[in-house]
């Protein structure tokens, strides 16, 4: 069964330092998301991304962070100078098939980022 | 901004007993998921409902969504061990709106099942 993959599973980095998640929708999807959870707390939207652009962003997702999908397969989240309270579980999600364009979210397993 | 409340937030029970968790809201949904997350994973899709109504059976659990499209319940039937975890509710765009995405998100119920 098809299904979203992320990378890396942990990332260790430092405040300030650049970092970008990766993940790899399920081929045929059209729309792609971002969600965070923070330890202990719901998860929350950060942006959905379709037809190469953002369609919708949260107030979480500041300057810092960017989208993009660099080629056919790939979709990234890049936080620009981490700040501690960017420590999460970070989610990618896509749905939405050519011919069913409101489908149900599939979500990967996440990327735990600890700022230090 | 729309709000989803989930209730109860923790639910401990023994082995065949039933229960039901709850998701609310003042604001209408043009669909809404329920998941299963375990600890350091991602959310695992149970159910979309979309229909006012609508009731799905995934064998012992059973999905309600509102006549209203604001509310939702899950029931399991004869709870065993396995279905120990967290569960989460999700509402997705606005009804009539053209928003696919951004889930709304319930705070999740830790069910607890002891054998």
């Known amino acids: 069964e098809p299904e979203v993959t992320q990378t890396p599973s942990h990332q260790v980095t430092q405040m300030g330092q650049e970092v970008i998640l990766r993940c790899v929708p399920i081929s045929n999807h059209l729309y792609f998301y971002w969600y965070r959870q923070i330890l202990g707390q719901k998860v929350e939207f950060l942006v959905s991304?379709?037809?190469?652009?953002?369609?919708?962003k949260s107030e979480i997702f500041d300057d810092q962070f960017s989208v993009e999908r660099p080629d056919g397969s790939n979709f990234t989240l890049k936080i620009r100078s981490t700040k501690l309270e960017d420590s999460a579980m970070y989610f990618c999600?896509?749905?939405?098939?050519?011919?069913?364009?409101?489908?149900?979210?599939?979500f990967g397993p996440g990327t735990r980022l600890l700022v230090l | 901004t729309q709000l989803l409340e989930q209730s109860p937030q923790f639910l401990s029970i023994q082995e065949g007993e039933n229960l039901t968790v709850y998701c609310n809201s003042s604001?209408?949904?043009?669909?809404l998921q329920w998941y299963r997350q375990e600890p350091g994973e991602g959310p695992v899709l149970l159910v979309t409902?979309?229909?006012?109504?609508e009731v799905k059976k995934l064998k012992r659990l059973t999905f309600q969504f509102g006549d209203a499209r604001k509310d939702s319940s899950l029931h399991i039937t004869a709870a065993q061990p396995g279905d120990t975890g967290l569960y989460l509710c999700a509402g997705a765009g606005r009804a009539g709106g053209t928003s696919y995405g951004k889930l709304t998100f319930g705070q999740g119920t830790i069910l607890t099942v002891h054998p």
């Open positions: 991304f379709y037809n190469n652009e953002i369609s919708e």
């Open positions: 604001s209408v949904f043009s669909s």
């Open positions: 999600a896509s749905s939405g098939l050519p011919t069913r364009p409101q489908e149900t979210q599939y």
């Open positions: 409902v979309v229909t006012g109504g």
